[in-house]
């Protein structure tokens, strides 16, 4: 049985360098069917049981763009067993937007803080431990252009796929927010595994059509939105974007450390 790693990131996050890394000479090029994007598959040097996936460079699982749309349909149609979330340490606030959407998926997460050769560089602290305990998931340290840590990130990838444990999103909502989301994952019935019901509420709830297109048994829930709508007085997509900023402004808050340096004069 091979374990499928999926490489999922902002674009230019250092996904190829990492994957080459990992795979050395061990892949195959191709195209996402149907579309001009770039498919890349490899085999993790000294264990060929491994097969990992470089996913196209994204932002946001709220699909605006075509890699996003084939990144997406990905993770929630393959299901990797695991998804090697990179994040440039150099750019972490606005790379852990995706991170904390890749978390809802029902798929366990490692995250890879990359770039820290620059990092440390640049003498800015990130802490790695109150980093982990915040976001409820596992993060290593690398620099893929280096190679520092990237076969320790694959074996503990790889570890935590064999557990299978499902690691639930610790990020909670607002109280408004989780109550119609819990209800919105009432009406999906069984069609939608348990685990994924979170990812769909949340996505229903932004009256994403994309999602919607995907299911067989589409719930009327757009009563319930309203409600919530009117309630916090603000569209529903805002509504979640805006609160996954203020949650990651509060991580950012406790885990980075900008060394005061001046800023370079681009004048
Ligand atoms: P992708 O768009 O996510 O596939 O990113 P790439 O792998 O193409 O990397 C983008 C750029 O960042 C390239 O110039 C890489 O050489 C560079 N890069 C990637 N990882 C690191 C790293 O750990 N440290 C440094 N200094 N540069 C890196
Ligand atoms: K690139
Ligand atoms: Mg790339």
């Given amino acids: 049985m091979s374990i499928k790693i999926a490489l999922a990131g902002n674009p230019n996050c250092g996904k190829t360098t990492l994957f080459n890394g990992l795979t050395g000479s061990n892949q195959f090029v191709g195209n996402w069917p149907g579309v001009t994007v770039e498919k890349k598959e490899g085999r993790l040097k000294g264990n060929k049981d491994v097969i990992i996936m470089d996913l196209p460079g994204i932002y946001s699982l709220s699909p605006y763009t075509l890699e996003e749309v084939v990144a997406r349909n990905y993770l929630i149609t393959e299901r990797p067993d695991v998804i090697l979330n990179i994040v440039d340490g150099t750019n972490l606030e606005r790379n852990l937007y995706l991170s904390t959407q890749l978390m809802e998926l029902g798929i366990p997460v490692l995250m890879a803080v990359n770039m820290m050769d620059i990092v440390k560089k640049y003498g800015d602290e990130i802490n790695i431990g109150q980093l982990s305990k915040k976001l409820g998931c596992p993060v290593v340290e690398i ?98 974007t805006n609160e996954r900023y203020t949650y990651i402004a509060s991580i950012i808050d406790g885990c980075y450390r900008r060394k005061h340096r001046q800023k370079l004069s681009t004048s």
């Fill in 143 to 240: 620099s893929a252009l280096k190679g520092t840590g990237i076969m320790e990130a694959a074996g503990q990838a790889v570890a935590l796929a064999a557990q299978s444990r499902q690691n639930a999103a610790v990020h909670k909502f607002s109280a408004d927010v989780e109550a119609v989301l819990e209800e919105i994952e009432r009406c999906l019935g069984d069609g939608i595994p348990e685990e994924q019901k979170r990812f769909y509420a949340i996505k229903l709830f932004e009256r994403d059509d994309k999602i919607t297109a995907r299911m067989s048994m589409v719930p009327d829930v757009e009563h319930l939105i309203r409600r919530t709508e009117e309630a916090l007085d603000d569209d529903a997509e805002s509504i979640i």
